[in-house]
């Protein structure tokens, strides 16, 4: 992962962590399913199952906010980060593997920065 951009996430947060670093591969693993374009132009709808750190690192990648709605927080949600596009109608629901055995908790900001995305997520795309 780029290292500027965990700097700049870092000092956004406050310090580095797992749950940081989830938020941001979260994003990264976004961009690459949707346009950049949609995220600038807030055409997409971010909801994050929980307000905790990976929220953050969230916000940093795509530049989504609470207060402008584009970035929305339900403990109800069915899985973990769900994106959905307006313009095109299709949602995208990213959910969070188990961390493989052996990897501990302190470990898991590295586990986090260095494994593929199929290792650390699951994603189902559902166009409309
Ligand atoms: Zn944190």
């Not at 990264?28 to 949707?34: C, G, I, N, R, T």
């Not at 299709?90 to 188990?98: A, L």
Request: charged share 35%; net charge negative.
């Amino acid at each position: 992962m780029d290292e500027k951009l965990l700097e700049r996430a870092e000092e956004f947060h406050g310090h580095m962590c797992g749950g940081l670093t989830i938020g941001l591969r979260t994003g990264l693993l976004a961009q690459k399913l949707f346009s950049e374009i949609s995220f600038r132009n807030a055409e997409i709808i971010v909801t994050s199952k929980t307000s905790a750190c990976p929220k953050d690192g969230l916000m940093v990648v795509l530049g989504v906010r609470p207060d402008n709605r584009t970035l929305e927080i339900n403990p109800d949600l069915d899985c973990d980060y769900k994106f959905y596009d307006i313009i095109d109608e299709k949602t995208v629901k990213v959910f969070m593997k188990e961390l493989p055995e052996g990897v501990t908790r302190e470990q898991s900001a590295k586990f986090y920065r260095e494994a593929e995305d199929e290792a650390i997520f699951r994603w189902e795309i559902i166009e409309e």
